[in-house]
């Protein structure tokens, strides 16, 4: 029986119906060589240019059939009240950790001028520069103004955004709404909250089997959705071991039907942030991978059965492993790079692993990794080739940028 939820993700290959991007915005402008680092960032992308990437990226999918939603019209439609609207901003400025209480007054009337719900979460993404709020008089400043006086914004920007998939993740009928491994995204997940509490459509009925609120932290590109049953998560940079547990126990007592995971244990680098840098499904017998990754890769199988949690450390190869869950004589790992190492170092560091799958053996790509797409089109896939020289600065590719709502069964 169908179920009556707004979100039906099953696979990661079932045709996609729907999908939320986020189109870059004034937060990308807001980057500054002096903090790249605080806010997870190694260049600064040329704005226009990620914007013409995107919108290829966007009508490469429509062309295909998918429906287009943004997070910021779902997180603007989700402001149905005025005190909803008044509630967000309060949370906004809070998880903002600004100690200049001058500051935090003067952000609050800054937001609150703002007619439309649109400009406004434009805005809250974009960040805020001290130079928009007006002069602080010298009797109600703090020490914390003086001292903070060099740094040039009140709120930090989201330059992260664009990358949907973190945040949260849509597995079943149900989100998992994450607790990110850095402040600067953690803040990312406000957009979420509201969404699944308040949207007209997205805020009706969905299971939530995490919840930003945790005390372990995990993130979208983490999971990856290969069956009704079966689930793979990296332990990463970015997601505890622990709270692959908690997800797998939460989605068993939402009845969401998970029963597995595969856990992998990659290395905890920014190189391979998420499994999905390194490991993606694109046919029902075809992933891609790092081969880096594939030496010292450890992987654990966990279940529930009769209730009841077990943990096994498997000792068999990943192909195997997988075949088994999948119920398929074999599957092909596709190598990112093939067997040059140099190559395969390269386009894994511009997301030659990293695709995004519309129906089974139809892959989204970036143009720049000829070698693996070379290799990809050898084993009968069809690409969608999309160029991102500028979208890629921020280290993340097709499926980086894209948050399934709705896939087709697979049959």
Not at 193 to 210: A, E, N
Request: aromatic share 6%; net charge negative.
């Amino acid at each position: 029986m169908r179920n009556t939820t707004p979100i039906h993700v099953s696979s990661e290959i079932g045709r996609l119906k729907k999908v939320m991007l986020h189109r870059p915005g004034k937060e990308i402008d807001n980057l500054m060589p002096d903090y790249l680092e605080r806010l997870l960032f190694d260049d600064i992308p040329f704005l226009e240019e990620a914007q013409r990437e995107h919108d290829q990226f966007a009508q490469a999918l429509r062309d295909e059939g998918v429906e287009v939603l943004y997070l910021e019209d779902l997180a603007a439609e989700s402001l149905t009240t005025p005190e909803i609207r008044q509630q967000f901003i309060e949370e906004y400025i809070a998880e903002a950790h600004i100690r200049s209480q001058a500051i935090q007054d003067a952000i609050r009337q800054f937001l609150l001028a703002i007619p439309d719900n649109r400009q406004l979460v434009d805005k809250t993404m974009a960040g805020i520069q001290k130079v928009e709020l007006p002069d602080i008089p010298l009797e109600k400043k703090g020490l914390t103004d003086f001292v903070e006086s060099h740094y040039p914004f009140a709120v930090d920007p989201m330059p992260n955004l664009y990358f949907t998939r973190d945040p949260f993740a849509t597995l079943g009928r149900g989100v998992s709404l994450n607790r990110m491994y850095a402040d600067t995204r953690n803040r990312e997940t406000l957009y979420g909250k509201y969404i699944f509490t308040h949207h007209p459509i997205y805020g009706q009925g969905v299971p939530l089997v995490y919840s930003r609120e945790e005390g372990t932290r995990i993130e979208g590109g983490d999971i990856l959705v290969l069956s009704e049953e079966l689930l793979a998560i990296g332990i990463s940079q970015r997601t505890d071991a622990a709270s692959i547990e908690k997800l797998l126990q939460n989605c068993h007592q939402e009845g969401l039907g998970f029963k597995t995971v595969i856990a992998f244990e990659i290395a905890n680098n920014r190189k391979f942030m998420h499994l999905d840098t390194v490991f993606t499904m694109v046919d029902r017998d075809k992933f891609t991978i790092h081969p880096e990754i594939e030496q010292d890769l450890r992987l654990y199988t966990l279940a529930i059965e009769a209730g009841e949690l077990s943990i096994i450390e498997e000792d068999c190869d990943l192909a195997t492993l997988l075949a088994r869950h999948l119920n398929l004589p074999q599957v092909d790992l596709i190598r990112c790079g093939g067997d040059n190492r140099v190559a395969a170092g390269r386009e894994q560091w511009n997301d030659g692993s990293n695709t995004l799958t519309i129906s089974p053996g139809v892959v989204v790509v970036y143009n720049r990794n000829t070698i693996t797409n070379a290799i990809l089109e050898s084993r009968g896939l069809r690409l969608i080739k999309i160029g991102g020289s500028e979208l890629v600065r921020g280290r993340g590719g097709p499926r980086c940028m894209s948050m399934p709502l709705e896939r087709e069964p697979l049959s």
